[in-house]
């Protein structure tokens, strides 16, 4: 399956119904009152989450989302049928914007969640409505009114509690098939990745979270080098990051220097997301001495003095546990305090807020540049999402 995260739809809800001009008309009543019934609401379009999706391909061969028409009203009081609204399934992380005034209209995070995304028409009124003490014989009726239609753009970032950051080959899909069921492809060279992943980690039958690896950052990434950022959108919803750097990379790069870079590209997408909670992990340690381990953890924390720092071996397993339970103690945390503090809750949100506004902002650079770019030059890269 072709892993899409992006699309652009319109939504067109359906338009109400009129209301019906008639007279009661009967063998003893040859001069009725007014009986005309009132339209029928027009459809709306809904979005629902739906947790088996974990990509917007369908939505690509459906770019018209239209609801239902009300029916007209009738005689003798009969209101007429409302349009049927449609329910669109998608993926639990979309985030609808409104591709006209760029507002977000909100998201889809939880499994069944509906969200309205253009409202139905409202129906027009039968002369039956108009009746009072001074018009017994009103002929006036008006029309339903036509539904929104709003083009629409869906954008899917997956929902996860850690993301795993790092250059190309810094380790990050060997760690995540090393503590979960997924089985990322692993390779030594560079850009293996070219997909998210997400795994499960299970520390206990009430304690489990989830982490998303994504393709590795280069030097220049934030000017379209290498994959470029764009699928940093989907590290947006975690709430901590793992920085993974490699303690001796093929390159003879320093692992420092590798570091700084990486992060300098995140501040370049967002600084609201480079403001996330970081902690750096140093990979790969079995190839080297446990001295030239010390030697690098010291350096790194030199850079990130309060920031906590693992060395670990994804091949050996040596100190992953030790990191797994770390993670799991603030991951618990970080869920506690959504449920329990208000005050939390409100800076979580507006973080969102922000991050939605940046990946926006991203997006349509991106979308400027493809356009400044000759035809040509505008490769695309099929990718394949799995979630294991």
Same mark, same amino acid.
């Given at each position: 399956?072709?892993f899409?995260?992006?699309?652009? *739809?319109? $939504?067109?809800a359906?338009? #109400?119904?009129?209301?019906?001009l008639?007279?009661?008309?009967r063998? !003893?009543?040859?001069? #009725?009152?007014?009986?005309?019934?009132n #339209?029928?609401?027009g459809?709306?379009?809904?979005?629902?989450?739906? &947790?088996?999706?974990?990509t917007?391909?369908d939505?690509?061969?459906k770019p018209q989302l239209?609801?239902?028409?009300? +029916?007209?009203?009738?005689?003798?009081l009969?209101?007429g049928?409302?349009g049927k609204?449609?329910?669109?399934?998608? &993926?639990c992380?979309t985030?609808?914007i409104? @591709?006209?005034? /760029?507002?977000?209209?909100?998201?889809v995070?939880?499994?069944?969640?509906?969200?309205?995304?253009?409202?139905g028409?409202?129906?027009?009124?039968g002369?039956a409505?108009?009746k009072?003490?001074? !018009?017994r014989? &009103?002929r006036?009726t008006? +029309?339903?009114e036509? #539904?929104?239609?709003k +083009?629409?753009?869906?954008q899917l970032?997956?929902?996860?509690?850690?993301? /795993?950051?790092g250059?190309?080959n810094?380790?990050?899909?060997?760690? /995540?098939?090393a503590?979960?069921?997924?089985?990322?492809?692993?390779?030594?060279?560079?850009?293996?990745t070219?997909h998210?992943?997400?795994g499960? *980690?299970?520390?206990?039958?009430?304690n489990?979270?989830v982490?998303?690896?994504?393709?590795?950052l280069?030097?220049? $990434?934030?000017?379209g080098?290498?994959?470029?950022?764009?699928?940093l959108?989907?590290?947006t919803?975690?709430s901590?990051l /793992?920085?993974?750097?490699?303690?001796?990379?093929p390159d003879?790069?320093?692992?420092?220097?590798?570091?700084?870079?990486?992060?300098?590209e995140?501040? $370049?997408?967002?600084?609201t997301l $480079?403001n996330?909670?970081?902690?750096?992990?140093l990979?790969?340690?079995?190839t080297?001495?446990?001295s030239q381990?010390?030697t690098?953890v010291?350096a790194?924390?030199?850079?990130?003095?309060?920031r906590?720092?693992?060395a670990?071996?994804? *091949?050996?397993?040596?100190?992953?546990?030790?990191l797994?339970g770390?993670l799991?103690e603030?991951?618990?945390?970080a869920?506690r305090s959504?449920?329990?503090?208000s005050?939390?809750?409100? @800076? *979580?949100q507006?973080?969102?807020?922000?991050?939605?506004?940046?990946t926006?902002?991203r997006?349509?650079?991106?979308?400027?540049?493809?356009?400044?770019? &000759?035809?040509?030059?505008?490769?695309?890269v099929?990718?394949?999402?799995?979630r294991?």
């Amino acid at each position: 399956m072709k892993f899409v995260d992006e699309v652009t *739809v319109t $939504a067109n809800a359906g338009r #109400g119904g009129d209301g019906c001009l008639s007279f009661l008309r009967r063998a !003893n009543y040859a001069k #009725g009152g007014p009986d005309g019934g009132n #339209g029928g609401a027009g459809g709306s379009v809904y979005l629902v989450g739906d &947790p088996s999706l974990n990509t917007l391909v369908d939505l690509r061969f459906k770019p018209q989302l239209k609801a239902a028409n009300g +029916q007209q009203g009738s005689g003798s009081l009969k209101k007429g049928a409302n349009g049927k609204s449609i329910d669109v399934l998608v &993926p639990c992380g979309t985030t609808v914007i409104d @591709d006209d005034t /760029l507002m977000v209209l909100g998201d889809v995070t939880d499994p069944g969640q509906r969200l309205r995304v253009a409202a139905g028409g409202k129906p027009g009124r039968g002369n039956a409505s108009f009746k009072s003490s001074t !018009n017994r014989a &009103p002929r006036i009726t008006t +029309q339903g009114e036509r #539904g929104e239609t709003k +083009q629409i753009r869906l954008q899917l970032r997956v929902l996860a509690d850690v993301g /795993l950051l790092g250059m190309p080959n810094a380790g990050k899909s060997t760690l /995540l098939s090393a503590v979960s069921a997924s089985r990322p492809k692993i390779a030594d060279y560079p850009f293996t990745t070219l997909h998210p992943s997400l795994g499960v *980690v299970r520390l206990g039958t009430d304690n489990s979270f989830v982490i998303a690896d994504v393709p590795g950052l280069i030097a220049g $990434a934030s000017r379209g080098l290498g994959l470029g950022l764009r699928f940093l959108r989907h590290l947006t919803r975690t709430s901590i990051l /793992l920085h993974l750097v490699e303690v001796n990379p093929p390159d003879g790069s320093d692992p420092c220097a590798n570091l700084e870079s990486v992060e300098n590209e995140l501040a $370049a997408y967002s600084e609201t997301l $480079a403001n996330t909670p970081i902690y750096t992990v140093l990979t790969k340690t079995d190839t080297v001495s446990s001295s030239q381990v010390d030697t690098v953890v010291a350096a790194l924390r030199e850079i990130a003095p309060n920031r906590p720092t693992y060395a670990i071996s994804s *091949v050996t397993n040596a100190g992953v546990s030790e990191l797994m339970g770390f993670l799991g103690e603030r991951v618990r945390e970080a869920k506690r305090s959504l449920a329990d503090d208000s005050d939390y809750r409100l @800076d *979580v949100q507006s973080r969102r807020d922000r991050l939605a506004l940046d990946t926006l902002d991203r997006s349509l650079e991106e979308r400027r540049a493809l356009k400044d770019k &000759p035809t040509a030059d505008a490769d695309q890269v099929e990718v394949i999402y799995r979630r294991d």
